[in-house]
């Protein structure tokens, strides 16, 4: 065993169950399991490219996919290869090594078909044999990402990507990015275009948390009443604490995937958290499929190399629910929370490693401040002199003073 497992996981006994019982419980809350079992993508070493401040090194992802491999988990979700600076690609690299091509994905963002296409090929290149393709349905992630919300242009975009995807070879996931929030039937249309065009699955996407079980329950079986042969599986946030209850219901419902991160590390209140949803399947399903043992040390893991506290994302008054890092989130927080930050008497933060650019620096500068710097090389400049170092991230306040200081010795160059 490897050095980075600090500790043997714990061994169940040999039925698997720590003395579970299902025949003790009184019959009201007795469970029925899905006659279909759900299989799990973990998305932590994805999810961690839209999570301001988290940065997960290639020798991060080796040891957290590792452990991911060790519980069982069925796909192992890694980077983002439409990243325009590449910034995922060592990521993707070190990950596909570990658990090979069979359990890693990684997803493309469907913007154009010359980037679709292009990204694609950058992820065969790599050795990926499975892709996940985003692609926003809603009508204001459309148009916020698209430009338009119009039905034919998003089935068009979504039909060709999928098509170029399956003649590469992959095995084609397509999601509707704010599935949520998509009209239910504009959404089954897109399932069913989808699975015309070659997909595999489908992956709803509660982008902004917005559903109850329910309401989960009726999105996840009108979606898969309208493309029978194409498997669905829930994807959520959990700004509301409902994330775990929705990928139950999403599974009672028919969906066969479900979307977790460890510890439910994420932005915008995090996502479904993995140990939870696995702990819930053996306690209420019976499901011994999974090595639980390994679930803690797993935690450990990705709290560190994360630098982020578990519970510090988790619902509306967490210390980091409402930090951005994406310019367009910042400038459109409404088009990203389930909750105003005002309204819990919360407050919106920049919170930044690696992924700073220069859009965002003009996005919460005030006006005037930087009017005389390059932005460009000041970002490239704190990148190289002030992130490597360690894990620490930068807020609001840190960027200020450095664009301060960086403005004052280049206003003293300019005048010497």
Same mark, same amino acid.
């Given at each position: 065993?490897? $050095?980075?497992h600090?500790?043997?996981?714990?061994?169940?006994?040999?039925?698997?169950?720590?003395g579970?019982?299902?025949?003790? %419980?009184?019959?009201?809350?007795?469970c029925?399991?899905?006659?279909r079992?759900? =299989?799990?993508?973990?998305?932590?070493?994805?999810?961690?490219?839209?999570?301001?401040?988290?940065?997960?090194?290639?020798?991060?992802?080796v040891?957290?996919?590792?452990?991911?491999?060790?519980?069982? +988990?069925?796909?192992?979700?890694?980077?983002?290869?439409?990243?325009?600076?590449?910034?995922?690609?060592?990521?993707?690299?070190?990950?596909?090594?570990?658990?090979?091509?069979?359990?890693a994905?990684?997803?493309?963002?469907?913007?154009?078909?010359?980037?679709?296409?292009?990204?694609?090929?950058?992820?065969?290149? %790599?050795?990926?044999?499975?892709?996940?393709?985003?692609?926003p349905?809603?009508?204001?992630?459309?148009?916020?990402?698209l430009?338009?919300?119009s039905?034919?242009?998003?089935?068009?975009?979504a039909?060709?990507?999928? =098509?170029?995807?399956?003649? &590469?070879?992959?095995?084609?996931?397509?999601s509707?990015?704010?599935?949520?929030?998509?009209?239910?039937?504009?959404?089954?249309?897109?399932?069913?275009?989808g699975?015309?065009?070659?997909?595999?699955r489908?992956?709803?996407?509660?982008?902004?948390?917005? %559903?109850?079980?329910?309401?989960?329950?009726?999105?996840?079986?009108?979606?898969?009443?309208a $493309?029978?042969?194409?498997?669905?599986?829930?994807?959520?946030?959990?700004?509301?604490?409902?994330?775990?209850?929705?990928?139950?219901?999403?599974?009672?419902?028919?969906?066969?995937?479900?979307?977790?991160?460890?510890?439910?590390?994420?932005?915008?209140?995090?996502?479904?958290?993995?140990?939870?949803?696995l702990?819930?399947?053996?306690?209420?399903?019976?499901?011994?499929?999974?090595? &639980?043992?390994?679930?803690?040390? &797993?935690s450990?893991?990705?709290?560190? =190399?994360?630098?982020?506290?578990?519970?510090?994302?988790?619902?509306?008054?967490?210390?980091?629910?409402?930090?951005?890092?994406?310019?367009?989130?910042?400038?459109?927080?409404? $088009?990203?929370?389930?909750?105003?930050?005002?309204?819990?008497?919360?407050?919106?933060?920049?919170?930044?490693?690696?992924?700073?650019?220069?859009?965002?620096? =003009?996005?919460?500068?005030?006006?005037?401040?930087?009017?005389?710097?390059? %932005?460009?090389?000041?970002?490239?400049?704190?990148?190289?002199?002030?992130?490597?170092?360690?894990?620490?991230s930068?807020n609001?306040?840190?960027?200020?003073?450095? +664009?301060?200081?960086?403005?004052?010795?280049?206003?003293?160059?300019?005048?010497?």
């Amino acid at each position: 065993m490897s $050095a980075d497992h600090d500790s043997q996981p714990c061994k169940p006994s040999q039925n698997g169950q720590f003395g579970r019982s299902g025949t003790d %419980l009184p019959d009201h809350v007795k469970c029925t399991a899905p006659d279909r079992l759900p =299989r799990i993508s973990d998305t932590t070493l994805r999810d961690s490219a839209h999570m301001p401040g988290v940065d997960f090194r290639p020798e991060d992802g080796v040891v957290i996919a590792r452990l991911l491999r060790d519980v069982g +988990i069925d796909a192992v979700e890694v980077g983002i290869v439409s990243a325009a600076d590449g910034s995922d690609l060592g990521l993707c690299r070190a990950v596909l090594d570990e658990v090979g091509a069979r359990h890693a994905m990684t997803l493309v963002l469907a913007r154009s078909r010359a980037q679709t296409r292009t990204d694609l090929q950058l992820a065969r290149e %790599l050795g990926f044999r499975a892709v996940m393709l985003s692609v926003p349905t809603s009508a204001e992630h459309a148009t916020l990402k698209l430009g338009t919300a119009s039905h034919k242009r998003i089935m068009s975009l979504a039909a060709d990507a999928i =098509r170029t995807a399956k003649d &590469l070879g992959f095995h084609v996931t397509f999601s509707a990015e704010d599935g949520a929030r998509t009209e239910i039937a504009f959404l089954q249309e897109y399932a069913a275009h989808g699975l015309a065009a070659g997909a595999d699955r489908i992956r709803l996407a509660e982008t902004v948390s917005i %559903l109850t079980p329910d309401s989960t329950r009726r999105m996840v079986s009108q979606v898969a009443a309208a $493309a029978p042969d194409l498997e669905v599986e829930i994807h959520s946030h959990n700004m509301l604490g409902l994330a775990v209850a929705n990928a139950i219901a999403a599974a009672e419902a028919g969906a066969s995937w479900i979307s977790a991160t460890v510890g439910g590390l994420g932005e915008r209140g995090g996502n479904t958290p993995l140990a939870e949803v696995l702990a819930c399947m053996w306690r209420f399903w019976s499901d011994d499929r999974y090595k &639980l043992g390994y679930l803690t040390e &797993l935690s450990r893991q990705v709290a560190a =190399r994360s630098g982020t506290s578990f519970g510090a994302t988790s619902g509306p008054t967490a210390e980091l629910s409402y930090s951005y890092e994406i310019a367009g989130q910042w400038q459109n927080p409404g $088009a990203f929370e389930a909750v105003p930050a005002e309204l819990v008497g919360n407050k919106r933060g920049i919170r930044v490693r690696s992924r700073l650019r220069p859009a965002l620096m =003009r996005a919460f500068l005030p006006p005037g401040v930087a009017d005389d710097v390059d %932005l460009d090389l000041f970002t490239e400049d704190v990148r190289d002199r002030f992130l490597p170092a360690g894990r620490q991230s930068l807020n609001e306040a840190d960027l200020m003073s450095l +664009i301060s200081s960086y403005a004052a010795k280049h206003s003293v160059e300019q005048g010497a």
